[in-house]
């Protein structure tokens, strides 16, 4: 099982060939891919985790789609003073396909 842990967007992400991730919106390539750095990889009994190791090794996913998180509310409210504050905000996204890990 080769599987590796790649960080994106701030957050570490558990990866795999075939797997399907939404990450904060990341731009690709005139071709539509993307280099993810990996932070640890792991191939059957063997675990790399030295950054020396790290550099040789590419995680490639393709760009399926842009997207939007949900909604998020934020409302501010202070009593007796008349004092209300609404704002709203969506994430932007990008849901990526891994195609390699090599």
Known sequence: MVYAIVRAGGRQEKVEVGTVVVLDRIKADDKGNIQLVPVLHVDGET????????????????????????KIVIQKFKNKTGYKKRQ????ELTRVKITSIK
């Open 47 to 70: 675990i790399i985790h030295d950054a020396k190791a790290l550099a040789k090794i590419t995680v490639t996913a393709e760009v399926l789609n842009d997207l939007r998180g949900p």
């Open 88 to 91: 709203g905000h969506r994430q």
